[in-house]
Every structure is written in structure tokens, then in C-alpha cells.
């Protein structure tokens, strides 16, 4: 049988993401630390890029359901040193139960998704962040109930995040309005592909109004420091202000993946307000990608 791989959120049907979600809430409100259905089961985990959340949640993760994972960084392995990706994924699939990857380039993840004998995550690529986006969704249903029909905004950089919002408003069924600078926008085949669940504004407090939801991530990623000066100035109209929140619904929340650089892409007064549930989201990536590898490894 041909192993499911989660490179995207569109990998999945918008049935199994919903379940997915229904069955991390599940997971996370009733634990039981004999229930270890991935027991002898082996995660391994390549980082070609620095993680807390990703590596921490997968690894505890595979622990608490019984099984183990391997951390891999490109000083362990020959994915550093010029070994075909095929041929790092044939071998590495031949060992494991499960491969997950954060890496740089998406075709990285999708050259391991063809060739690999067994599931492939995503963990993280310049691309995409699905799994992010399993944890927001989680906590906008823990909190809010179903996000369908719902209004989200996306301030700031049309970076892996905003692309996996995108993604998400098509499976989930939410608008999505997206406040970027120009020429920071995300990427036009991605945006495209979602029709008329997108739209753009020129502010934030546009982009906020009557939203549900309000969403930001740091104005310069990892592998993007040299750039931090110039996306500053980019950037500097583009905070999640409490005025943006004001704009926004009543009881809208408020969501970053973190970490976070208060005074620049959000105000301290926001991510630390009432309306912010940053750390359930942060929390939320341990049950969500449970549920996701019990789908995934025990079908």
C-alpha cells in the first residue's frame, strides 16, 4: 500500500483535516498514558533548519504514544555532504516508520514523499508550514467552534505561513483577507489556485475589519537576517496594533506560530492581551501532529 505523505494541507481531504483536528481536541483532553498505539514505531526527524516547537512536539510526541524519534541534523547525515536526495530517502524509509523533514527547499520534502516507502512530513519549508496550521486550526476550534464561514486576516509577510493560510481557507472554508507591503506578497500560482477565498487589502485595519481571526509571523524568517534593516522599513506600517484588533470582531482572537518580536510585528499589548492565544496554539502543535502521525502510521 502506498504510504500518505502530508507535504501540504491539500494532501489530505478537508473530511481528514476536520477529523484530524476533532481528534488532537480529543487527544489533548483525555490522555491516557497507556494508550500507545505507535509502541516500537520509529519517527526519524531531519532538520536542516533550527527548531523548539517542531522538534520538541514530534519528539514528544512519538514518546508519549510508545514509539521513539531520531533527530537528524545535516552534521549527522550525508544529506549535508551531496548523497541524492532519492537516495537518502530509499534508505532512510527502508529503516523508520515515519520521516519528517524542516527543511529549505519544498522539493526537498517532495523529492523524499516520491521516493520514500513510508510517510513524509512536512515539518517546515520555505514554502509551506501545514503543521502550523493543524495547531491554529485546533485552537480556533477549541476556542471558537468550526472556522467555516469565518473571516481570517493575514498581516504581514506572504511568507510559508501566509501560503499555508491560503491553503487552509480553501480546505477549511474561511476568507482570508491578507494585508502584505508590496512586493511582499505571497507567491501568485498559490493564491490563484484558492479563487475567490482570498482577498488583498492595503492596511491592516482594512484587512482587520469584522475578522475573526487575526494572524501575523516575524517580518524576517530564518535565512532572511541579512534582510532585517530593509523589512523593518517594508514592514513598519504593517504592526498588529491594538488598533488592527479593534478593527476586528469583538471576540476575535489572536494567533502568532512564534517566536515573536514585540514592538515589531505585533504590539506588546496585543500578544500579551485577552484576545491572544499564542501559547495554546504553541501547546496545540504537540496534539495536533499526534493525531496527525497516528493517521498517518497506522492506516
Known amino acids: 500500500m502506498q504510504p500518505r505523505h502530508f507535504t501540504s494541507l491539500l494532501d489530505l481531504s478537508s473530511a481528514e483535516l476536520r477529523h484530524l ?3 488532537a481536541i480529543q487527544l489533548k483532553n483525555h490522555r491516557d498514558p497507556d494508550f500507545q ?6 519517527l526519524a526527524m531531519v532538520f536542516e533548519k533550527s527548531s523548539t516547537r517542531t522538534r520538541i512536539s514530534f519528539e514528544a510526541g512519538m514518546t508519549q504514544f510508545g514509539g521513539s524519534a531520531i533527530f537528524l541534523s ?7 555532504r551531496g548523497e541524492p536526495l532519492e537516495d ?18 519544498h522539493d526537498t520534502v517532495t523529492t523524499f514523499a516520491k521516493h520514500s516507502r513510508v510517510p513524509v512530513i512536512n515539518g517546515l519549508t520555505d514554502l509551506l508550514h501545514p503543521c502550523q496550521l493543524l495547531a491554529d486550526m485546533q485552537t480556533y476550534f477549541e476556542h471558537r467552534g468550526d472556522i467555516a464561514g469565518k473571516t481570517v486576516a493575514w498581516i504581514g509577510d506572504g511568507n510559508n505561513m501566509c501560503h499555508s493560510y491560503i491553503n487552509a481557507a480553501r480546505q477549511f472554508d474561511f476568507k482570508l483577507h491578507i494585508a502584505s507591503p508590496a512586493d511582499y506578497g505571497p507567491v501568485q500560482s498559490i493564491v490563484e489556485a484558492a479563487a475567490d477565498k482570498v482577498a488583498f ?9 469584522h475578522a475573526d481571526l487575526v494572524v501575523t509571523d516575524v517580518w524576517a524568517s530564518m535565512g532572511q537576517e541579512s534582510e532585517q534593516k530593509k523589512r523593518e ?67
Open 21 to 23: 483536528i476533532h481528534r
Open 37 to 42: 498505539p505507535l509502541k516500537g514505531k520509529v
Open 74 to 80: 545535516p552534521r549527522d547525515t550525508q544529506l549535508g
Open 88 to 105: 537518502s530517502a530509499k534508505v532512510i524509509s527502508s529503516m523508520v516508520d515515519c520521516i519528517m523533514l524542516r527543511t529549505n527547499e
Open 201 to 209: 487589502f492595503n492596511s491592516p485595519v482594512l484587512a482587520a475589519q
Open 233 to 299: 522599513y517594508a514592514f513598519r506600517d504593517f504592526q498588529v496594533s491594538q488598533e488592527v484588533m479593534q478593527a476586528a470582531h469583538p471576540e476575535a482572537l489572536f494567533m502568532h506560530c512564534l517566536p515573536a518580536h514585540r514592538g515589531e510585528e505585533v504590539a506588546a499589548a496585543v500578544i500579551d492581551g485577552p484576545q491572544s492565544v499564542v501559547f495554546d496554539e504553541a501547546e496545540n502543535r504537540l496534539h495536533a501532529q499526534k493525531a496527525l502521525l497516528e493517521f498517518l502510521i497506522r492506516r
